[in-house]
């Protein structure tokens, strides 16, 4: 009796079990465009094959690139990741974006950030960061810390930004001395960061020591935090990676313990010996200027803000960096015109120190730069998730940059031309483009924080470095030559032609694979 009932129990389990299978796999989103499916892999398998197909290490984000152009392009694309990762729609249509990043009545403050993707970063940005909360809040810390990146205090920050930029100048300056091949993206990390510290706490991270020894501990332990991200492909939950979770846990204690030494000297500073009040102009100081009394709470908020900001602050506008450096050397005639324009705007004498008086007794020269405004809406790279309810909503930036709908034949290309306006005037929204096809900063209210600055930072460096120096690309992406050991110049568009494409991979976020190798001549 016993043997028959278990034998029926486990066919109506197995039988339940099987219909549910086949209607999560097959029925439930199948409204929406997407690749055949399997019922026990989902898309698993095939996003497996398009990874393979990849270049190694290639970023996955490339792989749904190729899964999206494979189905014709569609405005919205199913990937069923179950049980591995949530299941995702891809949008690939700025216009659904948009219609996505939207305040509305459900999500007041735009969509909630995918839960695993918060999960992952956790211990680069806190708990309570501005990047993860959402509602009050988040409105109250928005609120909180906007005024710190207004344009009328971050421009204030010119004068360290020069300084900043002038010890990256004297490592290149050496560099160029030895000829040796190195990582632009290693500097450009390191600057980035000493930036990014004088501008949220007014503080020297001594980044841009190359003695390891000398680097400030902060820096040091965020770069160790970040390497501890290395080598992840994609989203893993955290019960495949416990090793390195404990170790993130750790590494990010010791950041804590750093940043409550600076938060609570910082408001003493503030609130109790007078001595910055007048000067005050940091992120960190204006965002304690009127709390009064700092408790344990308010302590622990304000770091996970101040990690937030170091860590959004330098990672995509070092990449950013690198990217321009590399894509003007491809370009002879983009270089051509951000010469021309240094040239007229600050004038013939390209040297370091020139640069720097001029920059320094007219700053709002740095917002006067139309040409390299373009070149910078052209590069700012791409990257990060985002979702909402039972699906993830993934805003698929590398789709909707290169969507011909919007682009135009030239979409996969470096074209900076495409974003000056008539009227000579900064470029986006001002252009036949629609502006929602441009959202590197994502758009609507949890648009980035930080836009401002990272444009303010590229223009500086790009003004005191761009003219001093030959950027050779090493390897990857280096230029194809000719028999007389010239570059080849594909006419039609404008860029020398490369020996093989460089391409991304993940580090935290979208990253050149080999660090982008360069050498560098001063000219
Ligand atoms: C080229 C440089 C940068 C790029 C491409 C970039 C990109 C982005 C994007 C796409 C988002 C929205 C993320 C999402 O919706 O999930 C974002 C948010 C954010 N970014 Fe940036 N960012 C850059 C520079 C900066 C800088 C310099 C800071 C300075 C602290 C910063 C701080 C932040 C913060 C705090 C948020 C969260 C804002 C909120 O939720 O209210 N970013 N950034």
């Known amino acids: 009796m016993v043997v028959p009932l278990l034998v029926a129990a486990t066919l109506v389990v197995f039988t339940i079990?099987?219909?549910k299978l086949r209607y999560i796999r097959f029925r439930q989103y199948a409204h929406i465009p997407q690749h055949p499916t399997s019922l026990l892999l989902g898309h698993l398998k095939l996003f497996g094959e398009f990874m393979k197909r990849n270049k190694p290490n290639a970023h996955a984000d490339l792989a749904i690139v190729s899964m999206n152009r494979a189905l014709g392009r569609p405005p919205l694309m199913f990937i069923d990741m179950r049980p591995i990762n949530d299941p995702m729609v891809v949008v690939g249509d700025h216009e659904i974006a948009d219609q996505l990043t939207k305040a509305s009545k459900i999500f007041p403050t735009s969509p909630p950030k995918s839960s695993r993707s918060l999960e992952r970063l956790l211990y680069l940005t806190g708990q309570t960061s501005i990047f993860s909360q959402h509602n009050e809040e988040w409105k109250l810390l928005r609120k909180r810390f906007s005024p710190g990146f207004a344009p009328q205090y971050l421009i204030t920050f010119v004068p360290e930004i020069l300084d900043k930029g002038l010890i990256f100048l004297e490592r290149l300056d050496s560099l160029s001395k030895t000829e040796d091949t190195f990582s632009l993206m290693s500097l450009t990390t390191r600057l980035t960061f000493d930036v990014i510290g004088k501008v949220v706490m007014e503080t020297d991270l001594d980044a841009q020591y190359y003695d390891q020894g000398k680097i400030g501990e902060l820096v040091d332990l965020f770069e160790t935090l970040l390497d501890a991200y290395n080598g992840e492909r994609f989203n893993l939950p955290w019960w495949l990676t416990i090793r390195k979770v404990r170790r993130r846990a750790a590494?990010?204690?010791r950041i804590t313990s750093l940043l409550q030494a600076i938060v609570r000297h910082k408001h003493a500073d503030?609130?109790?010996t007078g001595k910055n009040t007048v000067n005050a102009r940091s992120v960190l100081s204006l965002g304690l200027q009127d709390i009064a009394t700092l408790t344990p709470d308010i302590v622990d908020e304000t770091c996970d803000q101040l990690r937030t900001f170091l860590f959004a602050g330098h990672d995509t506008t070092s990449i950013l960096l690198s990217w321009v450096f590399y894509e003007l050397s491809r370009t002879p005639h983009a270089l051509r015109a951000v010469h021309a324009e240094l040239n007229n705007l600050l004038g013939p004498d390209s040297s370091p120190a020139t640069v720097r008086a001029r920059l320094l007794e007219r700053v709002d020269l740095v917002q006067q730069m139309p040409y390299i405004?373009?070149?910078?809406?052209?590069t700012t790279p791409t990257g990060r998730h985002r979702a909402c309810d039972t699906a993830g909503f993934w805003l698929h930036r590398s789709i909707i940059h290169t969507d011909p709908k919007a682009y135009g034949d030239t979409a996969d290309d470096f074209v900076p031309e495409r974003w000056l306006a008539d009227d000579n005037s900064d470029a986006v929204g001002q252009t036949a483009i629609p502006a929602s096809a441009w959202r590197p900063f994502?758009?609507?209210p949890r648009n980035c924080i930080g836009q401002e600055l990272a444009n303010i930072e590229a223009r500086v460096i790009i003004a005191l470095a761009v003219r001093r120096y030959d950027f050779i690309k090493v390897g990857l992406g280096e230029f194809?030559?000719?028999?007389?050991?010239?570059p080849k110049?594909?006419?039609?568009?404008?860029?020398y032609k490369v020996t093989e494409e460089l391409y991304t991979t993940r580090q935290v976020t979208s990253k050149p694979v080999d660090g982008m190798k360069m050498r560098v001549k001063v000219v």
Do not use: C, P, W
């Open 17 to 19: 079990f099987y219909r």
């Open 251 to 253: 590494l990010s204690n």
């Open 270 to 272: 503030l609130h109790e």
């Open 373 to 378: 405004s373009a070149v910078i809406t052209t």
């Open 442 to 444: 994502e758009r609507g």
């Open 480 to 486: 194809a030559l000719d028999e007389g050991g010239r």
């Open 489 to 495: 110049l594909d006419t039609k568009k404008g860029q």
